[in-house]
Structures are given as structure tokens and as C-alpha cells.
């Protein structure tokens, strides 16, 4: 069993629908939780990071994360064609600990 | 503000032969991390390194691959004797370090291909 799952899609929506992506995890000493962005061929692009359990909203997105079930989420409203990539869910013991990545969610947006 | 850098962008190799790529970190970061990255696969993760000191090596495969990063200049991801299965684009990111380890910076990788 990985430490991470992430469906890897892919995933398709029409513009302007709220996207739910998930990861759910099996290390219990995970505390901090990231989402990266990456576009073909590019770099991830850090989105957004949450210290344990709770909420966290950042304009279109918010990230939310149960430790109780170990299941991390983001949403993304009002999704647009720009939104496309590979959204890829991270996480971290925190401190001098490496940092765990989902195999990532590829998303399409279509006009 | 220059992000992460890292070259070249591209790289072509003979098999048997020996890869070198660079990772000049955000200015601040004191942390270096690399990863491969296969098509249609996630991030793997390779060696944590702090300056003059690997804290993580524990994703590096025993044989041929070797990171540094010294105490001036950038940090560097060798490969020694590459082969084909070696193929993959790297990717380096910085952070702070300490308790903002987590807080990760990538730069636009490095497409490793073996002939």
C-alpha cells in the first residue's frame, strides 16, 4: 500500500463547475498537507499548505484536511480553462522531514 | 527574486556515460531536494540536503547516483554510467528549511534523456 493514494483521473469538467479533488493517507504522523499545481512539461507550483486538521481558503481554492479519517481534500470554484493541469496532494511529518507526493490528478477544464 | 534554477533544461546522454545537473536554490534556502519524475508518474523522492550535509538519502538508488551541496556554488545530482531506465525529468526544489521544510519550491527541472 502506498502512503499516499490519489486517483489519478483524468478528470474532466465543464467551466465554472466547483472541482473536489482527494488524497487519503496512511501515515497517522503526517501534520503538515500541500497541494501543488503542475502544468505540462513545468515545474510544481506550490498552492497552498494547512497545519493539521481544519480548513484554509485562498480565493478559488480551499484545502481541507480530516486527520480523524486521514483524508485530505481541495476545492476549486468557479473552475476555469486556466485551471487545467496535474494537481498533485503533498504531505510531510514536518521538521527535517521529506516531503511524500501523491501520483497526481490530471484536470480539464473545458470552455 | 529569482525562483529555483536549474540546468541545463535539457540533457542528452549516451548510455555509459555521466550526467551532471545543477540546482541553484531561492535565495534564503538553506534546504535542497530532488526528485524524478517519470511520464504519467508522481514525484520521487530522492535526498534531502542541507549545505555541506545530506540529511536524507533514503530515496537515492545505491549504485551511480551521488548529490551534493557545497558550501558555495549550486548542488548537484550526479549520475554516473547512465542507462536507458535513467530517463526521467529531475526536478530540484528549495525551502527554508527547519520547520518550513514542508514549504517546497520547485524549479522548471532538468529532461534527462539516455541513448
Known amino acids: 500500500q502506498k502512503e499516499v493514494e490519489q486517483d489519478p483521473g483524468p478528470l474532466s469538467v465543464p467551466e465554472g463547475a466547483i472541482v473536489s479533488l482527494n488524497c487519503t493517507y496512511s501515515?497517522?504522523?503526517?501534520?503538515?498537507f500541500m497541494w501543488y499545481r503542475q502544468y505540462s512539461r513545468k515545474g510544481p507550483e506550490l498552492l497552498m499548505y494547512?497545519?493539521?486538521?481544519g480548513n484554509k481558503e485562498d480565493g478559488r481554492f480551499t484545502a481541507q484536511v480530516d486527520k480523524s479519517s486521514k483524508y485530505i481534500s481541495l476545492f476549486i470554484r468557479d473552475s476555469q480553462p486556466s485551471d487545467s493541469a496535474t494537481y498533485l496532494c503533498a504531505m510531510s511529518e514536518g521538521g527535517y522531514q521529506k516531503v511524500t507526493f501523491g501520483t497526481g490528478t490530471k484536470l480539464q477544464v473545458i470552455p | 527574486n529569482a525562483g529555483v534554477m536549474q540546468n541545463p533544461r535539457h540533457l542528452v546522454r549516451r548510455r555509459g556515460q555521466e550526467a551532471r545537473l545543477r540546482c541553484s536554490p531561492m535565495k534564503g534556502h538553506s534546504h535542497v531536494y530532488w526528485y524524478r519524475q517519470l511520464p504519467e508518474e508522481g514525484l520521487k523522492f530522492m535526498v534531502y540536503?542541507?549545505?555541506?550535509?545530506?540529511?536524507?538519502e533514503s530515496g537515492m538508488p545505491k549504485e551511480r547516483f551521488s548529490a551534493e551541496f557545497p558550501k558555495e556554488g549550486p548542488s548537484i545530482l550526479r549520475i554516473q554510467q547512465v542507462v536507458r531506465g535513467d530517463s526521467a525529468a529531475y526536478f530540484c526544489a528549495s525551502s527554508p528549511g527547519g520547520q518550513g521544510a514542508y514549504e517546497q519550491y520547485f524549479g522548471p527541472g532538468t529532461r534527462l534523456t539516455v541513448t
Open positions: 501515515n497517522s504522523a503526517f501534520q503538515y
Open positions: 540536503l542541507q549545505k555541506e550535509n545530506i540529511i536524507d
Open positions: 494547512t497545519y493539521s486538521s
